[in-house]
């Protein structure tokens, strides 16, 4: 069965430092998506992408953030310079696109940011 | 978008049937229920969804009633493998892309 993938699956940083995060969402998905995860809380909604551009964000995703399909096939999620607090673990989704079709999830990045 | 209240918690044994329950008394008429399961340290893996009646697949089966308020996720002969946070969501995701996830049930599964 086809999967997300994401790299790396952990990654340390120091604050202020910029991070990538990357992923492979299912080949034949049109929709993407970047959660996070603080340990112990809920999965939160950060970003949703569409057509080569953002469709939702939430509140979190500020200019921080930012997120690219540079080739077609990877989807990335770019942290410019990182707080403490943005230590988590970070989902990547897919979803094929049909009505209301299930999200796909990667098993996730846990970044530490020092 | 319709917002869910679940059990924070259950607790229950192994070999037993499981029924977690999900409140969305605002459900829109072209919302989709779908429930999540995650394990520590994984992402959410799709279970089952529904849209009215009863929906069962391999793993579980899914309860919705005529007037679609609720929904109850059945989870037959549980094991401890089954341990994990359940996450009813709902919404229709062709008008609305921002999927959010509740809290969840910390389902416990005892030997």
Same mark, same amino acid.
């Given at each position: 069965e086809p999967e997300v993938t994401q790299t790396p699956s952990h990654q340390v940083t120091q604050m202020g430092q910029e991070v990538i995060l990357r992923c492979v969402p299912i080949s034949n998905h049109l929709y993407f998506y970047w959660y996070r995860q603080i340990l112990g809380q809920k999965v939160e909604f950060l970003v949703s992408f569409y057509n080569n551009e953002i469709s939702e964000k939430s509140e979190i995703f500020d200019d921080q953030f930012s997120v690219e399909r540079p080739d077609g096939s990877n989807f990335t999620l770019k942290i410019r310079s990182t707080k403490l607090e943005d230590s988590a673990m970070y989902f990547c989704a897919s979803r094929l696109g049909q009505k209301n079709s299930p999200l796909h999830f990667g098993n996730g990045t846990r970044l530490t940011v020092t | 978008l319709a917002k869910?209240?679940?059990p924070i918690s259950m607790d229950s044994y192994e070999?037993?049937?499981?029924?977690? @329950?999900?409140?969305? #008394? #605002?459900?829109?008429? #072209?919302?989709?229920? @779908?429930?999540?399961?995650?394990?520590?340290?994984q992402g959410p893996r799709f279970i089952i969804q529904g849209y009215k009646t009863k929906v069962t697949n391999e793993v579980a089966s899914l309860f919705i009633p005529a007037d679609r308020?609720?929904?109850t996720l059945s989870l037959p002969r549980v094991s401890l493998s089954d341990t994990a946070v359940y996450y009813c969501l709902v919404g229709d995701w062709n008008r609305d892309d921002k999927i959010i996830f509740g809290k969840g049930t910390r389902l416990h599964i005892l030997p």
């Open positions: - | 869910t209240t679940q070999g037993q049937e499981v029924n977690i @329950t999900c409140s969305h #008394n #605002n459900i829109a008429t #072209n919302d989709y229920i @779908t429930w999540y399961q995650q394990f520590p340290s308020k609720s929904s």
